[in-house]
């Protein structure tokens, strides 16, 4: 269903965004907003704003904002279409369904129908593993693991029973044919005979879901004789490795609460740590971490404690991670069970208990593998030197508190002094090493937020002033902050214009910006931004002042006067120019 745009803007509009909030949050009146503990992350302390005048709310805590379309999709599972459906009438508004293009039906069919046949399947599979004969080896299998009836439920294990066409014909008794079925990743064609075959079969199943709980792909663990150990769904349409984590529509609320989550390698890792109360863990699907990953982890909590093999493998693959980690700005804990070779086992030999524990002594993975490099590269002069080369991108990437403690704990663990461990890293800090495909998170600056918070909160008094400047690029050279500023000189709501935004970091800090109060008021509001857009050209004034007098030096006034002079006539523009910012601002360095 396609919705317009003016549709979705009214229905906003219309619906009191507080009091939608209100009805899962606690919220009480503070001056023109509303305040309540964040239902995002755990706090003792209400950081949570909701403002009415600007349809948003903001946590200045997780730092979780949107509207009330993302409040409900967020909460409750809702697509965005959904969320907009759910408000529509209360709202008072109608929908009429905009009728689809051929390729827009043809692609939300094949969405659609992918979801059915993945739903039908884990049904067939849950019910199979239940009730009928054929799955009595996969209950007895999951009774010996210590695995209970009421974690089969909620995670909706199944069995694919040992028959080669037996979910293609279930399949087909729902109107699913051989062909979707294939491209749903549940069966395989055989190119020989034409005809396809049941890709899982023999094996207990796990249904890996989406964000709304769906079905979109599953793993299949082998209960008897020779084959891999594991097969997994192949990427389809509706499921892509790299951004899913297994447990996390069933753990968010756990992973919210409890501010943190645990990274397991394996579905039954996940699977028993959940069953003995550990309901904040996730897992990854037959693949490494991914940028993608970690930024869906970002935005629930910042706490993460993550396992890997102890292994040289698991130490890669450790030391491969961390950069993504430390990129995305979260500085994670290394768990390590001695005596078990993975969580599941853990559990069942210690118990809950003793997990328990065992996290709260889990140490930072920087000082992990700090270690681990101390020990690979020895204690010569030499040696402590490939360490330092080593570990020294990684401790540039930190923010700047955890950096501070993390090289104290480096220079004892490397056998280096700490003062020169910090004179070196001083005099990188400003060119921090950044692995590649990792942007750093983008948190604006002084100037140019306060300016977005005037132009946020006094549009009309601080609208002419921004439509007067002669270069943009005085402002920001960030495109989508630029693109933002536009919409709102032309009038459009912060919450209207949040839907058009696909940077996550522009979003919290535009959600920051504007929950924030008190910078100035509306008499001040225009004069402030003038003296702030006065900086900004003064400081690129000076800029280009210093590379015209770079120029002149390396210029012959002899040899090429004509060049000379264009320069000294443009070094006397900007001198003019800075005369004038110095009158505004006052004096500018």
Same mark, same amino acid.
């Given at each position: 269903?396609?919705?317009?745009?003016?549709?979705?803007?009214?229905?906003?509009?219309?619906?009191?965004?507080?009091?939608?909030?209100?009805?899962?949050?606690?919220?009480?009146?503070?001056?023109?907003?509303?305040? &309540?503990?964040?239902? =995002? *992350?755990?706090?003792? #302390?209400?950081?949570?704003?909701?403002?009415?005048?600007?349809?948003?709310? $903001?946590?200045?805590?997780?730092?979780?904002?949107?509207?009330?379309?993302?409040?409900?999709?967020k909460?409750?599972?809702? #697509?965005?279409?959904?969320?907009v459906?759910?408000?529509?009438?209360?709202?008072?508004?109608?929908?009429?369904?905009?009728?689809?293009d051929?390729?827009e039906?043809?692609?939300?069919?094949?969405?659609? #129908?992918?979801?059915?046949?993945?739903?039908?399947?884990?049904?067939?599979? *849950?019910?199979?593993?239940?009730?009928?004969?054929?799955?009595?080896?996969?209950?007895?299998?999951l009774?010996?693991?210590g695995?209970?009836?009421?974690?089969?439920?909620r995670?909706?294990?199944?069995?694919?029973?040992?028959?080669?066409?037996?979910?293609?014909? *279930?399949?087909?008794s729902?109107?699913?044919?051989?062909?979707?079925? +294939?491209?749903?990743?549940?069966?395989?064609?055989?190119?020989?005979?034409?005809?396809a075959?049941d890709?899982?079969?023999?094996?207990?199943?796990i249904?890996?879901?989406?964000?709304?709980?769906?079905?979109?792909? =599953?793993?299949?663990?082998?209960?008897?004789?020779?084959?891999?150990?594991?097969?997994?769904?192949?990427?389809?349409? +509706?499921?892509? @490795?790299?951004s899913?984590?297994?447990?996390?529509?069933?753990?968010?609320?756990? +992973?919210?609460?409890?501010?943190?989550?645990?990274?397991?390698e394996?579905? =039954?890792?996940?699977?028993?740590?959940?069953?003995?109360?550990?309901?904040?863990? !996730?897992?990854?699907? &037959?693949?490494?971490?991914?940028?993608?990953?970690l930024?869906?982890?970002?935005?629930?909590?910042?706490?993460?404690?993550?396992?890997?093999?102890?292994?040289?493998?698991?130490?890669?693959?450790?030391?491969?991670?961390?950069?993504?980690?430390?990129?995305?700005?979260?500085?994670?804990? $290394?768990?390590?069970?001695?005596g078990?070779?993975?969580?599941?086992?853990?559990?069942?030999?210690? %118990?809950?208990?003793?997990?328990?524990?065992?996290?709260?002594?889990?140490?930072?993975?920087?000082? !992990?593998?700090?270690?681990?490099?101390?020990?690979r590269?020895? #204690?010569?002069?030499?040696?402590?030197?490939?360490?330092?080369?080593e570990?020294?991108?990684?401790?540039?990437?930190?923010?700047?508190?955890?950096?501070?403690?993390?090289?104290?704990?480096?220079?004892?663990?490397? %056998?280096?002094?700490?003062?020169?461990?910090?004179?070196?890293?001083?005099?990188?800090?400003?060119?921090?090493?950044?692995?590649?495909?990792?942007?750093?998170? =983008?948190?604006?600056?002084?100037?140019?937020?306060?300016?977005?918070?005037?132009?946020? $909160?006094?549009p009309?008094?601080?609208?002419p002033?921004?439509?007067? !400047?002669?270069?943009?690029?005085?402002?920001?050279?960030?495109?989508?902050?630029g693109?933002?500023? *536009?919409?709102?000189?032309?009038?459009?709501?912060?919450?209207?214009?949040?839907?058009d935004?696909?940077?996550?970091?522009? @979003?919290?800090?535009?959600?920051?910006?504007?929950?924030?109060? %008190?910078?100035c008021?509306?008499e001040?509001?225009?004069?402030?931004?003038?003296q702030?857009l006065?900086?900004?050209?003064?400081?690129?004034?000076?800029?280009?002042?210093?590379?015209?007098?770079?120029e002149?030096?390396?210029?012959?006034?002899?040899?090429?006067?004509?060049?000379?002079?264009?320069?000294?006539?443009?070094?006397?523009?900007?001198?003019?120019?800075?005369?004038?910012?110095?009158?505004?601002?006052?004096?500018?360095?």
């Amino acid at each position: 269903m396609q919705i317009p745009r003016a549709l979705i803007d009214e229905i906003r509009e219309r619906t009191d965004i507080a009091e939608v909030i209100g009805q899962s949050v606690t919220l009480r009146a503070q001056g023109g907003r509303s305040v &309540g503990l964040c239902p =995002f *992350h755990q706090e003792k #302390s209400p950081s949570f704003h909701v403002l009415r005048d600007k349809q948003i709310y $903001h946590c200045f805590g997780c730092k979780e904002s949107g509207d009330v379309f993302t409040f409900l999709m967020k909460t409750q599972g809702l #697509s965005f279409t959904e969320a907009v459906k759910e408000l529509a009438g209360p709202a008072g508004i109608t929908l009429e369904e905009r009728q689809l293009d051929p390729k827009e039906r043809a692609k939300m069919q094949a969405r659609a #129908s992918l979801h059915d046949a993945c739903a039908f399947a884990a049904e067939w599979f *849950h019910t199979n593993l239940m009730s009928r004969p054929e799955g009595l080896a996969a209950r007895e299998a999951l009774k010996a693991r210590g695995c209970t009836v009421e974690t089969w439920k909620r995670f909706r294990l199944g069995y694919a029973p040992d028959r080669w066409t037996g979910l293609l014909d *279930h399949l087909q008794s729902r109107g699913v044919p051989p062909e979707l079925a +294939i491209r749903a990743g549940l069966a395989r064609k055989n190119e020989q005979r034409g005809s396809a075959y049941d890709f899982f079969r023999d094996r207990l199943m796990i249904p890996i879901l989406d964000r709304r709980d769906r079905p979109i792909a =599953f793993g299949g663990r082998i209960l008897s004789g020779e084959g891999p150990k594991y097969i997994n769904s192949s990427e389809t349409e +509706i499921y892509e @490795k790299s951004s899913t984590l297994y447990g996390l529509s069933l753990g968010r609320a756990a +992973i919210q609460r409890k501010d943190r989550v645990i990274v397991v390698e394996g579905y =039954f890792d996940a699977i028993s740590l959940a069953q003995a109360g550990f309901e904040e863990v !996730v897992a990854t699907c &037959g693949t490494a971490l991914t940028e993608g990953h970690l930024e869906q982890i970002r935005r629930l909590t910042t706490t993460v404690i993550a396992l890997f093999d102890t292994d040289e493998a698991g130490k890669r693959a450790a030391e491969r991670a961390l950069p993504m980690f430390l990129g995305v700005g979260v500085e994670p804990r $290394h768990l390590e069970l001695p005596g078990a070779k993975d969580p599941d086992e853990y559990v069942q030999k210690n %118990g809950a208990a003793a997990f328990e524990q065992r996290l709260h002594s889990a140490r930072s993975l920087v000082e !992990v593998v700090i270690s681990w490099s101390a020990q690979r590269h020895g #204690s010569t002069p030499a040696g402590r030197q490939r360490s330092v080369t080593e570990i020294l991108p990684l401790l540039l990437q930190m923010p700047p508190i955890q950096r501070e403690a993390a090289i104290a704990r480096a220079a004892g663990l490397l %056998g280096v002094g700490e003062l020169a461990l910090r004179e070196l890293i001083g005099r990188r800090r400003d060119e921090p090493a950044r692995p590649a495909g990792i942007k750093p998170r =983008f948190v604006g600056n002084a100037e140019l937020n306060r300016l977005l918070w005037l132009l946020i $909160h006094f549009p009309q008094e601080v609208g002419p002033v921004l439509l007067a !400047v002669p270069d943009p690029q005085i402002v920001t050279d960030h495109p989508e902050v630029g693109f933002a500023i *536009h919409q709102l000189l032309d009038g459009k709501s912060l919450a209207s214009l949040r839907e058009d935004l696909t940077d996550i970091d522009v @979003k919290r800090l535009l959600g920051d910006i504007a929950a924030r109060e %008190g910078l100035c008021d509306r008499e001040r509001a225009a004069t402030m931004a003038s003296q702030i857009l006065a900086r900004l050209e003064g400081k690129a004034v000076n800029e280009r002042l210093s590379a015209l007098q770079r120029e002149l030096s390396a210029c012959d006034p002899t040899l090429d006067r004509p060049r000379y002079l264009a320069l000294l006539s443009e070094q006397q523009e900007m001198v003019r120019r800075k005369q004038e910012l110095v009158r505004i601002t006052g004096p500018m360095r």
